[in-house]
């Protein structure tokens, strides 16, 4: 009965809507701010791969692949996770649990995806750069969702290695090749990601609870929270440094300043945790998000600009 039901939801909701609704139910399944983040690391690396600013077909294809390739992984995530989402205030009105689009279309539609996206960056790119854009699909929807989403609260830990895979891409689209520079920014986004995605998850700690999944504010208290989120922080912001030896000043000013501002934010938070007091967690949600935002900028324009470097 309740199979039925949900269909005849699907069936009625996608005959109701216009075209423009259904493209932008389409576009919502592969949550365009958060490609939109991913696509920031790409750009820096590519003209940190070339030392100056790479060529702008190359880019637009890389981007384009790029976007194609997150889009796929969060489709698929969709389709995977629509019974948490169907629970979660923060998730409910996403197009699968809302009913705009059909499970099946959308299983096909991030599947369809992930072969464009594919063959976009082998005939752009290269074939390394494809195969790496791949790899970060098949990671995040078989190790992160499958796996470890909803048996460990390291999940995001691990499975935000897939966020990390961009820069990778990037770097391989300019060299065909994967250097140490492109691990280090690998590295720094693997670091970055817990205390961002932890901050949110404070907030939306009722939300995962009721979803069964064990973020790690569920299952651990908030001054254990605030720690690791500090720590991670920290290392965040030293492994940043590891980029000056093929940076000039202009980076190393820029990555020392906002990696100030971040480090104080995150202080703050763990301090007001540690004396009980209400606390914003999203405060430093937000800003997780300028800070890589600012630092990857400054990697480009440090590029672009083509000063000596320092190593």
């Not at 699907?10 to 609704?21: F, I, K, L, N, P």
């Not at 969709?78 to 699968?96: E, H």
């Not at 140490?180 to 817990?194: I, N």
Request: hydrophobic share 55%; proline share 5%.
């Amino acid at each position: 009965m309740t199979t039925t039901t949900s269909s005849t939801g699907e069936q009625g909701a996608t005959g109701r809507a216009g075209v423009g609704g259904v493209l932008g139910a389409y576009l919502a399944l592969t949550k365009p701010r958060v490609i939109e983040l991913l696509l920031i690391t790409t750009i820096p690396a590519m003209f940190l791969a070339e030392r100056g600013i790479p060529p702008l077909g190359l880019v637009l294809v890389t981007l384009v692949g790029g976007a194609m390739a997150a889009g796929s992984a969060n489709a698929l995530n969709c389709v995977a996770d629509s019974d948490i989402d169907a629970v979660m205030d923060r998730t409910k009105s996403r197009p699968l649990v809302s009913y705009r689009v059909p499970r099946g279309h959308a299983l096909v539609f991030g599947i369809a995806l992930s072969v464009l996206s594919f063959a976009v960056l082998w005939t752009g790119a290269n074939l390394l750069a494809a195969v790496l854009a791949s790899a970060a699909t098949l990671f995040y929807v078989f190790i992160y969702t499958l796996v470890l989403k909803r048996r460990t609260s390291q999940n995001i830990v691990w499975g935000g290695a897939a966020g990390c895979m961009p820069v990778l891409v990037g770097w391989a689209a300019v060299t065909g090749t994967v250097g140490w520079p492109a691990l280090v920014m690998f590295v720094v986004v693997f670091l970055w990601t817990p205390p961002h995605f932890w901050s949110l998850a404070m907030k939306y700690r009722a939300d995962y609870e009721r979803a069964g999944v064990p973020m790690l504010p569920v299952v651990a208290t908030p001054r254990q929270v605030s720690v690791r989120i500090l720590v991670y922080s920290w290392a965040t912001v030293m492994s940043t440094l590891l980029l000056i030896p093929v940076t000039s000043w202009i980076y190393v000013c820029c990555a020392l300043g906002i990696g100030a501002v971040f480090l104080v934010v995150a202080q703050q938070l763990h301090r007001g945790v540690r004396r009980g007091r209400a606390v914003n967690p999203m405060r430093l949600f937000h800003l997780s998000n300028s800070y890589l935002s600012a630092l990857f900028l400054a990697l480009a324009v440090d590029a672009a600009v083509g000063l000596p470097v320092l190593g």
